[in-house]
């Protein structure tokens, strides 16, 4: 059991990664909030604001590029100092810890709303928390595994969901196509862009990454599979539940999933989801917390990460119940997370990289000095 | 168990340097040996500057404090101390004089208490009528053997041709000349001497003569080869593994006629000196892998071993997990085939089951009749394995879960069809599920335990109670006794005996589970299942692979692809050698031709 080395992964294992730290937010608001703020043009919101998020994605793959063999807390400790570290390491983790008790809140109350009404939602976070511990607990190289063994499953269950429910598909809800006008779309969609930050996890593994030069190719390829997810999803839902109704679901994705209805037999088989639910948000709680732990450990050099699992799942489960109720812990997700967030989650990566630019330092920098 | 749940609860707060330990695997030896990543590559490792990996710094950092004995290794010492009470005897060199000899061995053996070790004495007429004697065990040794080539050329034959000269050594003449047995060994002490005669050969102790004669003469009692009684199949060899060390080797030996095939011989256990056989192809399979298993072969002290069981708890990786790390089977095709494909056998005198290592999940969820039949067919049988996999672990909890707690998918007619048959069971579904999984579990071990000529009762027993009566007492349902049928029949299909346990006790974990939240339940339990599972290695190889870690596949996993394609032999397990055939190998057919062309 004491199987307490990190262990390596491959740079495949990145775009599993990546894929299921994004596309978890498919089950959860996202597509209902991009139909309140871009009526049917929701798609093209979710595209321009992942337009905005590769000028962060950018930013990381440049900081990986120029750093190749140091984690965020490092690179900072080279540029500021040891305050740096300090300071990044305090920061990562309490983004990851953030969305962590925010998305563990949000999945128990999907459950709780769909399949288990009378279900204490303690036992249910617990659950939840139980799975988080146990797999960051197994290290980076068996959460990546799962996920490799499980995306598939999950890709196969949402592309399920939307050819069971395409029988309702009504193309003329697609117009108007720039939806609630371009001038709402351009002031919504830098916000959105949030919805990506999670990708700065990255830079916490890379010592992790066998291959490190092959990373940015991963984390692109990773980005822009999720953008699509993203932007299929939302067509499908727009054109299947209208804008009156897509505005107004709590979980969007079980909505579609409760229509379907293929001859007597095959209807009702919402709850077979409850699967591809709880694989994709257990093991995006998992990387999350993960990156929680990792960034602790890593900014305060302590050699071994497995000792802050326990106290750090026991934080998350008791402030999962700080929001007071499922709309407060929604808003904390989506008002605040996925709109303020990548002025953190970009930002950091945005201000280590402007300060290695300005004071000329960075592996890649140097050797292109010597070249010219 | 408790101590074990401390210990893990302790491992949540407080660091143990043990924890620094690299486990074995055979991934990250390769990943080492590359080169270091980032930009600092170019041969600076002399630079002073340069930071140490950190895994070295930590490997410096906590040394190892020298451990204390255990009470179990004191008592094991101790009792090699007993033993040693004897054992200074033993390692006295063998005497000039026979009586000495004679008189040792006696108190050795605990003559004339211990009635089946015989020793005879003779003279041997070749030379001045010397005196001598042989010594071996009733039933360990062939008599008829002892008998005929080796009491009659000494005491009948060597009469026929005196020497002439006085100083002669009859010792070397016995053994070169006089004894025509296929094996001998010359032992200098007695401890040689009671090693030889307690495997079951024979001593033969000449006066004047400082050396004793062993010779070969074991005739252990042995089955002859008979089915495998747990791994049928019905096309394919019909042999299997018995009890004999040498008839079991010689199985493997009929089959792979190659010098390459090796057989590294320990022996386990200091009392009961157990023979066992690490096999593997020199040249293909991974070395790593070959010391690895020597070295915790090595590591196995006791004093006695029964069966390969025992081996694999020893050795294995996981020793608490229910999904075995290594693969127990009785078919020497079996083993024939995953020594060709890099893996190491391991034989041991007294168990008809070989240990095949490292395995994955699909080798136990293999069988050999996959390959002897048609891809199609052999794909087709694998993958309703797997389904009755899951049936097997899932299906009792999903009924939990469905009629618990999501009756809203059961389509109308179905669910008024399961509420009528409930209407008259007075107990909660779940409880139903107990029972009936529990007689069903009684049922099968009485089964197993149940003497032959009494085994038609069990079925009838069993068949009633299980169907017909407890269905019309109304104690439980009809859909469910159809449930727990499918149950029994899916856990049946699984070809591997330990595996199979692990699919009828995962059952109950489920059932657990599904009772407290449904299908919410069984998914924490499917993802928990893979965390551990994707965790788990077999000598260094992941359970997974090549699925997780993905690597490039040989067609073998759920999916069996023609043997003419199947020319790779598997990566995982790191072998030495590439290719197990030729790329083309249907050259005459154009169809394949083709598709090779197409391939490269």
């Known amino acids: 059991m004491y199987r307490l080395k990190e262990g390596k992964i491959s740079s495949n294992g990145i775009f599993g990664i990546i894929v299921i730290l994004i596309i978890t937010k498919v089950f959860l608001g996202i597509p209902r909030v991009a139909v309140q703020e871009g009526g049917s043009a929701s798609w093209l919101l979710l595209l321009m604001s992942a337009g905005i998020a590769s000028a962060g994605v950018f930013i990381i793959v440049k900081l990986i590029k120029k750093f190749p063999d140091k984690n965020i807390v490092d690179i900072a400790e080279t540029l500021w100092g040891p305050p740096g570290r300090v300071i990044v390491a305090a920061v990562m983790a309490s983004i990851f810890l953030y969305i962590s008790t925010v998305v563990v809140r949000e999945f128990a109350e999907t459950i709780l709303t769909t399949v288990l009404p009378r279900t204490p939602i303690s036992i249910v976070t617990l659950m939840f928390v139980i799975t988080m511990v146990l797999g960051a607990y197994n290290g980076l190289e068996v959460i990546t595994r799962s996920v490799t063994l499980l995306i598939p499953f999950i890709l196969v269950g949402i592309t399920s969901i939307l050819l069971l429910a395409g029988s309702f598909i009504d193309l003329n809800n697609f117009f108007p196509l720039l939806g609630t006008g371009i001038d709402k779309l351009v002031v919504h969609a830098p916000g959105r862009s949030s919805i990506y930050i999670d990708i700065v996890m990255v830079t916490l593994i890379i010592s992790n990454v066998n291959e490190p030069e092959k990373i940015p190719q991963q984390v692109w390829k990773g980005f822009l599979f999720s953008t699509a997810v993203f932007v299929v999803v939302q067509l499908f839902y727009v054109s299947i539940l209208t804008i009156h109704a897509g505005s107004k679901l709590y979980i969007p994705l079980f909505q579609l999933a409760r229509i379907i209805y293929m001859g007597r037999f095959v209807q009702r088989i919402e709850v077979l989801y409850v699967f591809v639910w709880f694989f994709t948000g257990a093991l995006q709680l998992t990387l999350t917390l993960y990156g929680a732990v990792t960034a602790l450990s890593r900014g305060f050099k302590i050699p071994i990460y497995q000792p802050l699992l326990f106290p750090l799942g026991l934080l998350v489960f008791s402030l999962s119940f700080v929001p007071q109720s499922t709309l407060h812990a929604v808003s904390l997700d989506m008002n605040i997370l996925r709109k303020y967030g990548s002025l953190i989650g970009f930002g950091v990566p945005a201000a280590l990289l402007l300060t290695s630019v300005v004071l000329r330092k960075g592996g890649k920098t140097g050797e292109k000095q010597k070249t010219n | ?600």
């Open chain 2, 1 to 600: 168990m408790l101590s074990k749940i401390w210990q893990f609860v302790k491992n949540l707060f407080v660091v143990n340097d043990y924890v620094f330990d690299e486990l074995f695997n055979i991934d990250r030896v390769r990943m080492s040996g590359k080169k270091p990543e980032g930009g600092n590559q170019s041969g600076n490792s002399k630079d002073p500057g340069q930071e140490k990996p950190s895994d070295d710094n930590r490997k410096s950092a906590f040394r190892h404090p020298k451990r204390a004995y255990t009470v179990a290794e004191l008592k094991a010492k101790k009792e090699k101390q007993q033993i040693g009470g004897k054992a200074d005897l033993e390692k006295l060199p063998v005497s000039a004089d026979i009586d000495i000899n004679l008189e040792l061995l006696r108190k050795l053996f605990n003559l004339p208490k211990n009635k089946d070790i015989i020793v005879r004495e003779f003279s041997i007429p070749y030379h001045n009528e010397t005196r001598a004697a042989i010594i071996y065990i009733d039933g360990a040794a062939n008599t008829q053997i002892i008998d005929g080539y080796v009491l009659q050329p000494l005491m009948v034959l060597s009469n026929l041709n005196k020497p002439e000269t006085e100083d002669h050594n009859l010792f070397q003449t016995v053994k070169n000349l006089l004894v025509p047995t296929n094996q001998t060994a010359v032992a200098d002490s007695i401890k040689k001497v009671i090693d030889g005669v307690v495997n079951g050969d024979t001593a033969i102790i000449i006066d004047r003569s400082d050396k004793v004669l062993i010779v070969e003469t074991k005739g252990w009692p042995v089955r002859s080869i008979g089915d495998p009684k747990n791994e049928k199949v019905t096309q394919g060899p019909q042999d299997a593994f018995n009890e004999s060390f040498r008839q079991n080797l010689a199985l493997i030996r009929k089959r792979i006629r190659s010098r390459s095939l090796v057989t590294e011989y320990f022996k386990i256990g200091w009392r009961s000196q157990t023979d066992l056989a690490l096999l593997y192809l020199d040249g293909v399979t991974n070395k790593k892998i070959i010391s690895e298993m020597r070295k915790r072969l090595k590591a196995i002290k006791m004093a006695y071993i029964t069966d390969t069981g025992i081996i694999q708890q020893l050795v294995g990786d996981s020793p608490y997990s229910l999904i075995p790390t290594s693969l127990a089977t009785e078919r020497p095709d079996r083993v024939t085939a995953f020594l060709n494909e890099g893996h190491i056998a391991i034989i041991m005198d007294g168990s008809p089951f070989a240990i095949i290592a490292p395995i994955t999940i699909w080798g136990l969820l293999h069988s050999p009749e996959d390959y002897y039949l048609n891809p199609v067919v052999g794909s087709f049988i694998r993958i309703i394995r797997v389904i009755s996999f899951f049936v097997g672990v899932i299906t009792p909890a999903f009924y939990i879960a469905i009629t618990n707690y999501h009756p809203e998918m059961i389509p109308t007619d179905l669910l008024l069809a399961i509420a009528a048959s409930r209407e008259n069971v007075p107990f909660p579904v779940i409880a139903e599920v107990l029972m009936m999984e529990f007689a069903f579990e009684l049922i099968r071990e009485a089964g197993l335990r149940i003497p032959s000529l009494m085994g038609p009762t069990i079925g009838i027993v069993g068949a009633l109670i299980l169907g017909q009566a407890a269905v019309q007492a109304n104690i439980v349902s009809p859909i469910l006794v159809i449930v727990v049928a499918l149950t029994a029949l899916s856990s049946f299909t699984i070809p591997n005996i330990a595996f199979s346990y692990t699919v009828r006790l995962l059952r109950f974990v489920f059932i657990f589970l599904a009772s407290i939240t449904g299908f919410f339940g069984i998914a924490f339990g499917l993802l928990v299942l893979t965390f551990i599972v994707t965790g788990m290695k077999s000598l260094g190889v992941s359970m997974l692979a090549p699925v997780a870690p993905f690597r490039p596949m040989s067609g073998d996993i759920v999916l069996r692809r023609p043997f003419f394609s199947f020319d790779s032999v598997p990566k995982y397990t790191k072998p030495q050698v590439k290719f197990q055939q030729v790329k083309l190998i249907r050259k005459w057919d154009p169809v394949s031709r083709n598709r090779v062309k197409g391939d490269s």
